[in-house]
């Protein structure tokens, strides 16, 4: 019959050809528009590219230029008061109900557009089709989606419509600033939803790309999964893609016992790992002896301080400064290792664009963390002289 459409598929039929064609715009979204077009962390073919770029016309009406600029933006003035769609400044919920609304507002700043929109496609076919008829596709995917599907394909077109500004506009740009995990603390409130990142193409994975934003992958831990990647690994096999860019490794040299400027720019390099392995080999272990060790009328204070001792500081609330000062005040040693951490992190924001100065400054607090008398800060400081730019064969 007419009203099913030329396809006349099944309800799970339907289902399915739904479910394919949005992950088809993820895929357009991740790959090509965030990873490539905002970030350039790798290179795609021509054809590829365009094939996306048609596809987003008809399945989200989005245009390059303006999406990257956003995107650049939001990663340059992130949790500030520029930032488009911060949820730390503009409320979680006005960013889960009006991500959609807050992207159309600033795709008309053409400042934003200048500053942030560089390199973006500029061809005959973005001039005169792409740009100049915006709804054009959308539109085209609606014909196109009735007539393959019949009356329910407006459903399915409802749907497609929808799955861009409630994913990635409302729940990544949302939720993905205000709870889930965190592996790395970067400088914003960026969180990893959940470790498999299928339904949004990885894109759960905030927290790694705002910690390495020009890494081609997402995942960094062994039991994460970023679907994106596996895209990008499929179109590189068949010559379709090259990385460029990848979070960087960080290699260690077992029996290396010296500071070097080998050792000093590795350190910096895997600023963000070795401050995660800080949390788990100094900061956790040490909590967990100083509650056994305190009087019951004072534990209470160590509810979440492995938390609070890790967080970056600039996202720490008012109440939570004073919940660490209180928790300092009962532990000699975690207001050693809380100063030592706080410390570490100002030797590369000090010192990165000079390698002498930087290499000086880690001997120094080697030094000091190996006189702490603190057995796990002492270990830490050992391990610190093990790293190296280059894997354990190349180095020794």
Known sequence: MWYNGLLDLSVWQLVAATL????????SVTVYLHRYSAHRALELHPALKHFFRFWLWLSTGQNTREWTAIHRKHHAKCETVDDPHSPVIKGLGTVLRKGAELYQEEAKNQETLRIYGKNCPDDWMERNVYSRYPIGGVTLMAIIDLALFGVLGMTVWAIQMMWIPVWAAGVING????????????????TNLVPWGILIG??????????????????VKKWEFDMGWAWIKLF??????????VAPIAHRVEGKGSLDMDTAMAILNNRFQIMAQYR??????????????????????????????????????????????????????????????LALQQIWVKTSSNGHDMLEAMKQWVHEAEASGIQSLREFAEQLKTYSLRPSSAAV
Not at 20 to 27: D, E, N, Q
Not at 202 to 219: F, M
Not at 311 to 333: C, D, F, G, M, T
């Open 280 to 341: 788990k080999l100094v900061i956790a272990p040490l909590v967990k002896q100083e509650v056994a060790k305190a009087d019951e009328s004072v534990r209470h204070l160590f509810r979440r301080a492995k938390r609070l001792l890790s967080r970056e500081p600039s996202l720490l609330e008012e109440q939570h400064h004073a919940r660490i000062s209180e928790l300092l005040a009962q532990s000699q040693a975690l207001k050693v290792i809380y100063e030592k951490r």
């Open 236 to 245: 590189s096999f068949f010559g379709l893609a090259q990385v460029q860019r």
């Open 202 to 219: 990885g894109e759960e994975l905030h927290n790694n790309h705002h910690t390495y934003p020009n890494s081609a992958k997402l995942s």
């Open 175 to 190: 939720l993905g600033h205000a709870v889930g995990y965190r592996n790395f603390e970067c400088r914003d409130a960026a």
């Open 20 to 27: 394919l064609m949005t992950h088809v715009t993820i895929v």
